[in-house]
């Protein structure tokens, strides 16, 4: 090691003006280029991963498109869902995967964790190569120098299915990986998984040999070592026996998922992407046929000029934008005469300018919607049979919403040639997600889609899917502190010290960020209008069901938007608010692994630097929020997430199956001993659980007390109240507030204040005394050692095995189906996370949903009174008994299949009851329980909204 | 709140009237034709347009028979409604012109001129139609002011035509009495030489012949509101289509005023005339005047007074979907009106409790509730056509069963048991779940007493 440090010192001139611990990392750094090719790898030190983690970025850097935007998708060909309505579990939880994510967090490290050298080092890189980005046309110029995959040995047939990989070995320089690694990943350094007896590749170890060389690819199959035939029961053992420094043959097969894509020469790792993958990502190589099914539908999007058109002009006088297909082929375009004149008229008789039309086209209704912007007319057409004229309202909203935040105004999206493919691409996905609807994710092909539209019926109807509002599921506090500290850490952007000296000013400031699990907001530092474009953006480009059914490798987009809360970059001359927004350019960039998706907002200009031209992503932020990602897995956030959504015991609802099951067995027992009897095993489970796990207990108690709610209180709380619970309900909402924090909780994650975030992290501490607190969680200020952090993760998934569930019903019983809990100011959405859907199910779903929706429409009219004055209230047009509407409740029946024992078909009556509270802030919950003990929505509401508080 | 109705020819374009209730402007020629011209460009494009809502209006074109277009324009009301109120302004014109005149328009002008007779009971449909009809200063000072409100109370309670006026649905009240009276209608038809009878008390049917029950809910609302709109008079004879039962052969539509408030109706072949008519009234009704001169006290309350419903029971709507027909008592726990005048200080304060409302925002809460809730959850599609159905359709949409509102100011119910529908208004002070037992409770009141003849 000595004699490598002198080595490098002489040939490194820049370091002696460092200090002494950076020179170190320097050296080991320059060591590493120089040994790469044979080394050992002995060093752990985290300085080497810069190169190693280059490997991630350089993928992405040749898909960058001239405009300087990416859509880089590559999905995991063994983590693939069989069929996409069905959970994914990851199959590598339990073994290799937390063993490559523990080697893997000296990489998240290293960005926190001094490292100056190495920061400004790839600093430099990456400004160097926006530059040659810049001044090169052709993107692909970029790196291309650095490229693993083009410095790879060309000797090895690339094209056969087997192929031998030459590896050299050395036993006696073992990586320090942990007791738990497995002895191909110390040698090898390979993660390997055993599947029906093969071994297969699932990930390298980082900076290891193979990783660099990539010549086996993940995915690949490891045939033979030596010219010995491998399976899983002499895999070990064969490693194990090499006991001197060598030269391995491996005969490796590539995987037969990318067999298909490996013709293309290009390297499979880019190449493979599923169909829904490959649709969002813009790569669909039938989108022609797409269109032209599109075209059969009605559907179609008109976007008109209002003025300056002329008697005699040509036919398609004044149509700026059209889809699908051209002028002639949409069925809009031959009566959009009427519309126009429609729209002129009808303010003159009534005030307001019309928001929707509904036509008959063939025998089919269809619902235009208009969205007027300047002297500009967008007409949306969509089929009653995909959205109720409701469902169209808010989808056409999300959608103009969407591409406000894309492009600004709508007048720039639709009158800008160079925007034309990326708007028809937009339209694609958002007419294709409305046909298919939920089928949308499995469509591959065209005739599958010819098929699937003659197969689906009417859509049901979807209510908390359309609406404006992100659905958060609120992790335990543990793990939500984990979270925000991440997110903070990453937004805090700190690379200032490494930055000052060297005069280089930052190239953007981080406005806000939010982490997703399965389509699921998990947090969100975002103000809440920039939260909900965020939202619509992910949802209208699929992103959002991609992140929902399939596991992706890897996935960067990058690209410029004008986010609400700088007022869509428009500096308007009118206002003359003292506060004015820094004139910039803003990026959102989404970065995505596995099953777990950040989306960051940049801004440049301002304190940061002001950019001109294209702009691709930088490999430095990049990279910054793949390492937050990182951490987050490492820390178990990510398993905690999934657990969380797999069991839902806070709040736990009950499926009508099991509500039947139990209503026949313990309701007879239950009057005639008037004891309570719990049917639930998992209730059971976790309680005892939690009984027999002392210290866990105290944890949660301390935490809770007087937030979580054991259930055995809440059992002696005796029998039904609410009854008696006064319906004023004004003045009961009113003093909720002052007793708890969680109508404070609920309102502020939001919003980018460094005081809330060190609040709780104070409270916490303080609450708690199980042992990971004690520990510090900031992983850049400590020295943390992997063991700390599985610990960690270990302590936090207890946590989650030994909650107790909570019960929105009052009761003995628990009762609810379902909810939605929505507030609209913050752009959130409660909800729970169904794992299947039984028919019963679906059907009391449908209804609930379709009944909300009704609800949703009819307290409007309360929402839009509220605002009114008092002059304008009595001249407002609103039907004067419906302005101070705040409950409505439907009772239905469902009928329940017949089972053995039972002659008569038995059936079930549930409510669907919605209500609107004012107090703190405008919120509304909607709730689906069985009809047995009576229900107070005051009381519900409060619970529910308790849950967020973890 | 405006209402406007629009009727033009289609083939020509052009207007055969147009009619407006409420305060707007009535609208200018230019635009009736534009809003004609625009669904007749779009029929040319093999499209039809249907409806265009704006944030509060909501514009329904409908066309009849390939010769008429009628267009309704509607501030806070829904398309289901503003459709059903151009069916009813169709039926209306059917109803006093007779399908062939409209099908085959010879003589627009003329048409024109036939049909001034339909605007009273055009205006009377269009006052149906839900959100009409309130004014401003009853809601909003009856929470803070208990005085005004009772004095908006008495005032209301003197008017006895107050009808509920729900679009194709004909209004009956409940009675003790009306099997005696039941004898003297089937004896009154047999004289007109007619199956059609009915008894109206205060506009709404009492009791009717078996066949004038078989009539459409919409032909017996047409009908009696014929009457209504005529009131004036002591008798009349009109010649009337059916236009379900008979859209091209005209009957003689005779009224008959009995004593105030109680009249008769008879559809009638050529024979008798009129004053025969009366004559063989006075012969059939003559020694039952006193008891109809009883009935008339149930006219607000529409329901007999020895039934006491619940006190927080403020007013309620009865549906029988089987047969179309309906009570509404928007005074459920008043006193007679005889009663009230003698002590109305106490009656106030008994029978209004602080924040309940006054009688016509009672029937406009009821009728907003039927329109906005009761009519989308608790009937299904097929509940209100009416046409003879075949009674064997397996797939049957289910609707729900109960539904309810809350708001500052009142609560409403509604249950649904088989075909009956009740839709109850209480106070905001009532509990929600107790709202399901006093409903179910004044259901079985209401239907299971067979001397009522619900």
């Keep these: ?164 990989v030459e590896l050299n070995v050395d036993p006696w320089v073992k990586r320090n990986l942990g007791r738990r690694a497995t002895i191909s990943e110390t040698l090898l350094g390979l993660v390997t998984v055993c599947h029906e007896s093969e071994i297969f590749v699932t990930d390298y170890v980082p900076d290891s040999l193979a990783s660099k060389q990539s010549l086996i690819k993940i995915g690949d199959k490891i045939a033979s070592i030596n010219g010995k035939v491998v399976t899983h029961q002499n895999f070990n053992a064969l490693l194990e026996a090499i006991n001197m420094p060598m030269t391995l043959y491996l005969g490796v097969c590539t995987n037969p998922f990318d067999k298909a894509s490996s013709t293309d020469n290009k390297s499979d790792r880019i190449s493979y992407q599923t169909p829904l993958a490959a649709r969002i990502s813009g790569q669909l190589s039938n989108h022609d046929d797409l269109k032209k099914l599109l075209c059969q539908s009605s559907v179609g999007v008109l976007y008109l000029q209002l003025d300056g058109m002329t008697e005699g002009g040509p036919e398609d006088q004044g149509v700026l934008y059209c889809y699908p297909g051209r002028f002639k082929s949409n069925f809009l375009s031959s009566i959009r005469g009427a519309f126009l004149t429609l729209f002129q008229l009808i303010p003159d008789i009534s005030q307001s300018p019309p928001r929707s039309s509904s036509i008959l086209v063939k025998g089919q209704l269809v619902h235009v919607i208009y969205v007027q912007e300047g002297r500009e007319l967008l007409l949306i057409a969509l089929p009653d049979c995909r959205c109720s004229l409701a469902e169209a309202m808010k989808q056409c909203s999300e959608l103009v919403q969407m591409l406000q935040f894309t492009h600004q105004s709508l007048s720039r999206c639709f009158s800008l040639p160079e925007h034309t493919k990326f708007v028809d691409h937009v339209m694609c996905i958002f007419f294709s997600r409305l046909l298919f609807s939920d089928k949308w994710a499995e469509v591959t092909d065209v005739d599958s889609c010819r098929n699937m539209t003659m197969m689906i019926g009417p859509t049901l109807p979807q209510f908390e899917l359309i609406l404006p509002a992100a659905h958060l599921v609120p992790l335990p506090r543990e793990a939500q502190m984990q979270i925000d500290d991440a997110l903070s850490e990453l937004e805090s952007n700190d690379i200032g010290d490494s930055c000052e000296d060297l005069d280089c000013q930052r190239l953007y400031t981080i406005l806000g960020s939010c982490l997703y699990h399965k389509g699921y907001l998990l947090a969100s530092h975002f103000p809440h209008c920039d939260l909900l474009d965020v939202h619509v953006f992910c949802r209208q480009q699929g992103l959002l069901q991609l992140n929902q059914g399939e596991s992706v490798h890897s996935l960067v987009i990058w690209k410029e938007v004008y986010p609400k809360s700088v007022s869509r970059g428009l500096t308007s001359s009118t206002s003359d608010s003292t506060y004015n927004f820094p004139e910039g350019r803003w990026f959102i960039m989404i970065v995505g692994q596995k099953q777990d998706m950040l989306v960051t907002l940049l801004e440049a200009g301002g304190c940061s630097a002001s950019l001109d031209g294209h702009h691709s992503p930088d490999v430095f932020y990049v990279e910054a929020a793949q390492d937050t990602l990182q951490h987050l897995k490492k820390t178990g956030v990510s398993s905690i997430a999934s657990e969380w959504l797999e069991t839902q015991l806070r709040p736990k609802l009950i499926s009508p199956e099991v509500a039947i099951a139990s209503r026949n067995s313990s309701r007879r027992v239950n009057s005639l001993l008037g004891l309570r009897v719990h049917h639930d095993p998992i209730w059971q489970s976790s309680f005892s659980s939690i009984l027999n796990s002392p210290s866990n207990r105290k944890s949660t108690d301390s935490l809770s007390a007087g937030k979580r709610r054991p259930s055995p209180d809440h059992s002696s709380s005796g029998p039904l109240h609410g009854g008696e619970t006064s319906e004023d309900s004004a003045s009961l909402v009113a003093s909720l507030p002052s007793d708890d924090t969680v109508f404070v909780n609920v309102k502020s994650r939001s919003e980018r204040d460094p005081t809330h975030v060190s609040h709780s992290d104070h409270e916490a501490s303080e609450d708690s005394d199980s042992d990971w607190e004690a520990s510090d969680i900031h992983a850049g200020r400590r020295p943390t050692s992997t063991t700390d952090l599985s610990d960690l993760h270990n302590s936090l998934l207890k946590n989650v095995e030994g909650t107790v569930p909570s019960k929105l019903s009052t009761g003995p019983e628990n009762i609810v189906f379902h909810y939605v809990h929505i507030d609209i100011n913050e752009g959130v959405m409660l909800s729970p996370v169904h794992s299947s859907y039984s028919t019963n199910l679906i059907e009391i779903l449908s209804k609930f949903r379709s009944t909300a929706m009704q609800i949703h429409s009819l307290f409007q009219n309360t929402i839009s009174f509220k605002k009114l004055k008092g002059v304008e209230a009595s001249h407002s047009l609103i039907n004067k008994s419906l302005v101070a509407i705040k409950e409505f409740g439907a009772l239905f029946e469902c009928n329940l299949p017949l089972r053995g024992n039972e002659k008569s078909p038995s059936s079930m009556n549930f409510w669907v009851v919605g209500r609107l509270f004012f107090m703190p802030a405008s919120r509304e919950v909607y709730v689906c329980y069985e009809d047995s003990a009576p229900q107070n929505l005051v009381e519900l509401a409060f619970r529910l909204a308790l849950t967020t508080t973890g | 709140m405006t209402v406007h109705v629009l009727c033009v020819t289609s083939a020509g374009g052009l207007p055969l009237f147009t009619r407006k209730k409420g305060d707007g402007e009535s609208l200018p020629f230019s635009i009736v034709a534009s809003l004609n011209g625009v669904h007749m460009f779009c029929k040319s494009q093999d499209v039809i347009l249907q409806t265009t809502s704006t944030q509060d209006t909501t514009y329904v074109w409908d066309e009849f028979e390939d010769s008429i277009v009628l267009v309704a324009a509607a501030s806070c009301s829904s398309e289901v409604i503003l459709r059903k109120l151009l069916n009813a302004v169709f039926n209306s014109m059917l109803l006093l012109v007779g399908v062939d005149e409209i099908r085959n328009i010879r003589n627009p002008d003329r048409l024109k001129r036939e049909l001034r007779v339909c605007y009273p009971l055009i205006d009377k449909l269009m006052d149906g139609v839900d959100g009409s009809s309130v004014n401003i200063s ?103 289509f059916l236009p379900f039962k008979s859209p091209s052969i005209p009957f003689r539509l005779v009224w008959v005023l009995l004593v105030p408030g109680v009249s008769v109706l008879g559809l009638c072949g050529p024979t008798p005339g009129l004053s025969e008519a009366e004559h063989l009234a006075l012969q059939c009704w003559g020694s039952s005047a006193d008891h109809l001169r009883s009935i008339t006290q149930i006219a607000p309350r529409n329901f007999p007074h020895s039934i006491h419903l619940d006190v927080n029971v403020l007013g309620f709507l009865l549906i029988n979907l089987d047969t179309g027909k309906y009570v509404l008592s928007y005074t459920a726990n008043d006193k007679p009106v005889w009663h009230a005048n003698d002590k109305p200080e106490t009656v106030a304060e008994r029978c209004n409790p602080i924040n309940a409302p006054s009688a016509s925002h009672r029937l406009h809460v009821l009728r907003t509730f039927y329109y906005q809730a009761a009519e989308s959850l608790l009937l299904t599609q097929g509940d209100l056509d009416f046409v003879k159905k075949v009674k064997s359709d397996s797939v049957k949409e289910s609707s729900a069963l109960e539904a309810y509102w809350c708001s500052e100011y009142h609560k409403c119910h509604g249950i649904r048991r088989s075909t009956n529908v009740l839709c109850v208004l209480y106070g905001s002070s009532v509990p929600t779940h107790t709202m399901r037992l006093l409903s179910q409770q004044t259901l079985s009141i209401l239907t299971t007493d067979k001397q009522l003849r619900w």
């Design chain 2, 138 to 240: 009853t809601v909003t000072s009856h929470t803070s002011q208990s005085r005004n409100a009772n004095a908006c109370n008495e005032r209301d309670s003197g008017e006895s035509y107050f009808c509920g006026n729900l679009i194709g649905l004909s209004e009956t009240l409940l009675c003790y009495e009306s099997n005696d009276l039941l004898t003297c209608l089937d004896a009154y038809a047999d004289c007109l030489n007619s199956q059609f009878a009915c008894l109206l008390v205060s506009g709404r049917e009492l009791i009717a012949t078996p066949a004038w029950e078989d009539l459409h809910p919409l032909e017996r609302q047409l009908l009696t509101l014929l009457t209504v709109v005529a009131s004036p008079c002591t008798s009349s004879d009109t010649p009337v």
């Design chain 1, 1 to 164: 090691m000595m004699h490598r440090e002198t080595l490098s010192l002489m040939t490194s001139n820049s370091s002696g003006q460092f200090s002494e611990e950076s020179t170190a990392t320097s050296e080991n750094e320059s060591c590493d280029d120089v040994k790469s090719w044979q080394s050992t790898n002995s060093s752990s030190c985290s300085s080497c991963t810069d190169s190693g983690s280059d490997e991630g970025s350089v993928e992405w850097e040749s898909e960058v498109r001239s405009d300087g935007e990416l859509y880089y998708i590559v999905s995991d060909p063994l983590h693939q869902p069989k069929n996409s309505s069905e959970p994914v579990t990851d199959i590598n939880i339990g073994t290799a995967d937390t063993h490559t994510s523990a080697l893997k967090d000296s990489t998240s490290k290293s960005w926190r964790n001094g490292g100056k050298l190495v920061r400004l080092i790839r600093r430099r890189e990456s400004k160097r190569h926006r530059n040659n980005v810049l001044k090169s046309t052709n993107p692909m110029g970029g790196r291309e120098k650095q490229n693993p995959v083009s410095q790879a040995p060309t000797n090895v047939m690339k094209e056969g299915t087997d192929h031998v």
